[in-house]
C-alpha cells in the first residue's frame, strides 16, 4: 500500500520561500507513469490544485501560481518537492501530495500540512 | 478555468436516507470527473473516477453517474461514517478544478 508524508516548515513569513517535501513509501517513485501532484485547501475552503511532475519529468503548473511554483523529484530519496516563491497570508493552506495515474488522477493522498504565512 | 458547482451546498439527512449530489461543470468534460469524500482534519478519499467507476475498496451504496456536463453521486443508504463533505473534480481540462464541496449532515 503506497502512503505519502509531507513535511516542510508550518509557519513561513511574508515574501519567503515554501519548501514541502512528500516521501513515498511502499512504491517507487521512478517506477511507472505516476502524477505526483500538489493540491492544497485554505481554512475552511475548497480544494485547489497547484500541479504535478509527471513520469519524473514533465510539469504541469496551475497558471494562477505558474510564476511561483516548481517542483522536482529526487528518486535517490523517493521524494518528490514543492517550491512556491513570494508567499503572502492568502498562501497559508493545508498542502497535500498526491499520487496518480492517468486513470485515477488523484489515488492516493498525504494527511496534508498546515502551512502558515505570518510574520 | 471550468467552474465546477456542487448541489446543494449542504444538506441534511437521517441514517438510512438515500442521497443525491449534483456537480455541473461550465462546459462538457466527457467523462473525465471523480468524487472524493473528506471528513473533518482528514485528507480527501477517492471514491469515484470516469464518472461512474467504484474506487478499489470503496463500499457499492457509492454511485456515480453522468457525462458531458451533469454528473451525480448517490449513496444508497447512509450511514454514520457517510457523514462529510463531498467534492467533485474535473480532469478534462487543465488547471483540474473542484467544485465547492458538499456537507452531509445528520438531520
Known amino acids: 500500500q503506497v502512503q505519502l508524508q509531507e513535511s516542510g516548515p508550518g509557519l513561513v513569513k511574508p515574501s519567503q520561500t515554501l519548501s514541502l517535501t512528500c516521501t513515498v513509501f511502499?512504491?517507487?517513485?521512478?517506477?511507472?507513469?505516476?502524477?505526483w501532484s500538489w493540491i492544497r485547501q485554505h481554512p475552511d475552503k475548497g480544494l485547489e490544485f497547484i500541479g504535478y511532475?509527471?513520469?519524473?519529468?514533465?510539469?504541469y503548473y496551475n497558471p494562477s501560481l505558474k510564476s511561483r511554483v516548481t517542483m522536482s523529484v529526487d528518486t535517490s530519496k523517493n521524494q518528490f518537492s514543492l517550491k512556491l516563491s513570494s508567499m503572502t497570508a492568502a498562501d497559508t493552506a493545508v498542502y497535500y501530495c498526491?499520487?496518480?495515474?492517468?486513470?485515477?488522477?488523484?489515488?492516493?493522498w498525504g494527511q496534508g500540512t498546515l502551512v502558515t504565512v505570518s510574520s | 478555468d471550468i467552474q465546477m458547482t456542487q448541489s446543494p451546498s449542504s444538506l441534511s439527512a437521517s441514517v438510512g436516507d438515500r442521497v443525491t449530489i449534483t456537480c455541473r461543470a461550465s462546459?462538457?468534460?466527457?467523462?473525465?470527473l471523480a468524487w472524493f469524500q473528506q471528513k473533518p482534519g482528514k485528507a480527501p478519499k477517492s471514491l469515484i473516477y470516469?464518472?461512474?467507476s467504484l474506487q478499489s475498496g470503496v463500499p457499492s451504496k457509492f454511485s456515480g453517474s453522468g457525462s458531458g456536463t451533469d454528473f451525480t453521486l448517490t449513496i444508497s443508504s447512509l450511514q454514520p461514517e457517510d457523514f462529510a463533505t463531498y467534492y467533485c473534480?474535473?480532469?478534462?481540462?487543465?488547471?483540474?478544478?473542484f467544485g465547492q464541496g458538499t456537507k452531509v449532515e445528520i438531520k
Open positions: 498526491v499520487r496518480g495515474t492517468p486513470i485515477i488522477v488523484l489515488d492516493y
Open positions: 462546459q462538457g468534460i466527457s467523462n473525465y
Open positions: 511532475i509527471y513520469n519524473s519529468e514533465t510539469t
Open positions: 470516469a464518472a461512474s
Open positions: 473534480q474535473q480532469y478534462n481540462n487543465y488547471p483540474w478544478t
Open positions: 511502499g512504491g517507487s517513485i521512478s517506477g511507472g507513469a505516476y502524477y
